[in-house]
């Protein structure tokens, strides 16, 4: 992905459901700038504290290591100048700021790869992946298995009812579905089952 002669700054996106291999994307382009011995900085939201502290792990265990953020300004404060590729994961977290931060890093010569969810649990655009969209040089979008049919997934499902846009987990809170059965109206039950529901995801967190 290094066709770029000099140090052309440049930006890549890589979206999808959950159960994609986004993360598994990002470590994997990551891992070919290392071995390059290219100057790598990881970044995610310190909000996603599945598996690790400080590393990504993707569902399937590939692991490096990652530094936590608060949000998009964290990211440019915790920034070593000397770096040259700088990932992030779940970058749906870290809000809108991050855009201006991403397309001022590429001017400054940086690669950036930026993987994250492209539509939130009722199917709507996460911001602000589809603005990075708009900025990117290169965008790979990558989808799951539907986990009711098999056909290709772009959604995810919440399985549990909450309208909180984000609950943090993975299996048995979520899970990939394609067009056909993906149910937002699942997420949105009545409000007495819906709190107990958030308990049980809440405990399950800790
Ligand atoms: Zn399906």
Known sequence: MNWAKGNLGW????????FSGKS????????????????????????????SHDHIVSHSDLRIHSTAVRDAADVEAKLDLRTEVIGIDEAQFLGMELVEIVV????????????GLDTDYLGRPF??????????DEITKTLAICMQCGNPAKHTQRLVASEDLIVVGA????EARCRRCFEPNLAKLDEPLASAMRATVSDSRK
Request: glycine residues 4%; hydrophobic residues 45%.
């Open 11 to 18: 930006i890549e996106v890589v979206c999808g459901p959950m």
């Open 171 to 174: 299996a048995g809170l979520y």
């Open 104 to 115: 001022r890093l590429a001017d400054m010569s940086k690669r950036i790869i930026v993987a």
């Open 127 to 136: 911001h602000p992946i589809p603005e990075l969209l708009a900025v990117a």
């Open 24 to 51: 598994e994307e990002l470590i994997r382009r990551l891992r070919r700038a290392e071995i390059a011995r290219q100057r790598v900085q990881i970044f995610k939201p310190g909000i996603d504290q599945r598996y």
